[in-house]
């Protein structure tokens, strides 16, 4: 209760202060005339669990301390600009911020009385955000915001102004309440069975694209997860929503999908409700083909697992996978178990202590802890089954560089986590597996760090 009552309280603050730009013209609005509350970037940022610590880029951190604190009022100068930017009736919010050493763009909409994540699209050098008119202009160096009529996206030049909206849109309609429901088959599309899919040709998947989106109940805004071809001509800009996989496996998934949902009744809602919706779809010339299913939480779990089996091998698409499937309880039960206690931790190096060395290059940034290397020792006296995981918790803004994963089931839950390569998926007795771990250090401050070591197959 008491977090529904804060979440009332970031969202009311956040309507304030775009109702107060909305109210002045639009040459005004792009000067910014009003101020970034903590509450609201907080409020914003909550729909973007991915990126962890969020700053705004241009504020030190003794400031930030003062502004979260409400101790200092901050004019939402080029950090946030509100309006309606594609022009469908709904007030949209964007926000420039940083994470650790990346730096974002967020776009958010005000749905039916609820903030909605639109777009997180990563930036280069852009620092700043302005709105001229409906068309939001990034930089510097100078980009546009393009929206064409399903994503926003950048562009050097700029867009034409979105069309008028539709005025039944802004109106308790059918169809402003069919906004909020995962994408259907439009006109332009061509209803199809899963089966067309598996027999499109490897040279042709390209063009497809397999997209999981939740449905269950939720009190944050969860973005979708898509997963296209390498070298697909359809990743977009939204680098957390798009999983580019090789060919290959976007081909073994479509297979392997074919024997859950040849067993489910077709265009059946689920029971008791809905959890998760996939579809896939083929955007080759002329109309795009299009197939479409709801699962109850229980389905979904199975086409989970389908999904981390034939994933497994891909690092990134395994790590946001699970990262995802944690946030909606997709995740097999479990906990794998932790044998900390039966096992030694060192850092190889050539330093008096290795806890010294590993304080040292973490204190330099991101170049020199690329030779960190985490050994560990079956001290136990019995042989310890694999998969072996060794967890990092970081003090401060410090983190794991191309994880394997991260926590969900094993307190502390959020960290990340690498695997050692084991022979025949054990660590026998007595025996040492080294394995190298780059740790970024992007505010080069002295941190401390705990590890801890996860045995066996249960979900970390």
């Keep these: 209760m008491e977090n529904q009552r804060q979440m009332t309280r970031t969202e009311k603050a956040l309507s304030i202060c775009l109702n107060l730009a909305f109210a002045v013209s639009p040459a005004v609005a792009a000067e910014q005339h009003y101020y970034l509350e903590y509450a609201t970037f907080r409020a914003l940022t909550a729909l973007v669990p991915e990126a962890p610590e969020p700053r705004l880029i241009n504020l030190p951190d003794g400031g930030y301390e003062l502004w979260s604190q409400g101790q200092m009022r901050l004019p939402a100068g080029d950090n946030l600009v509100a309006g309606d930017f594609n022009q469908d009736g709904h007030p949209d919010a964007a926000l420039i911020f940083r994470s650790h050493s990346r730096r974002y763009l967020l776009i958010a909409s005000q749905i039916q009385g609820r903030w909605v994540r639109q777009a997180l699209i990563e930036l280069k050098e852009q620092s700043g955000v302005t709105l001229n008119g409906s068309i939001l202009i990034l930089g510097p160096p100078e980009t546009f915001v393009a929206w064409d009529g399903h994503r926003y996206r950048l562009a050097t030049k700029a867009p034409a102004p979105a069309p008028a909206v539709d005025q039944s849109l802004t109106k308790d309609s059918p169809r402003r309440k069919a906004l909020a429901q995962p994408p259907t088959a439009s006109s332009a599309t061509v209803p199809v069975p899963l089966r067309f899919f598996a027999g499109i040709p490897q040279q042709e998947l390209r063009s497809v694209e397999i997209r999981l989106s939740y449905r269950g109940p939720s009190t944050e805004s969860l973005p979708d997860l898509r997963f296209v071809a390498e070298g697909s001509d359809h990743t977009g800009g939204e680098v957390f929503r798009v999983i580019a996989v090789p060919v290959l496996l976007l081909q073994r998934l479509l297979e392997a999908l074919q024997e859950p949902f040849a067993s489910l009744v077709r265009d059946a809602e689920p029971k008791p409700f809905p959890w998760l919706s996939v579809v896939v779809e083929t955007h080759a010339k002329g109309p795009t083909k299009t197939f479409q299913a709801s699962l109850n939480s229980e389905d979904a779990k199975g086409i989970f697992l389908i999904f981390q089996q034939i994933l497994k091998g891909d690092r990134l698409a395994r790590h946001s996978l699970q990262f995802w499937g944690c946030a909606i309880d997709l995740l097999p039960p479990g906990q794998a178990t932790d044998v900390t206690d039966h096992v030694n931790i060192t850092i190889n190096t050539s330093y008096r202590s290795p806890w010294d060395r590993a304080s040292k290059l973490l204190q330099t940034g991101r170049a020199a802890p690329s030779d960190v290397r985490v050994r560990v020792t079956n001290r136990s006296g ?74 066996g197959p249960a979900t970390r």
């Design 382 to 455: 019995s042989t310890l089954t694999g998969p072996i995981s060794v967890v990092f918790n970081l003090s401060g803004n410090a983190r794991v560089l191309e994880p394997d994963g991260t926590t969900c089931h094993t307190t502390p839950v959020g960290r990340d986590y690498v695997q050692l390569s084991l022979r025949a998926n054990r660590l026998l007795a007595g025996e040492t597996v080294e394995t190298p771990v780059r740790i970024e250090n992007p505010e080069q401050v002295p941190i401390t760090f705990d590890v801890k070591v996860l045995g």
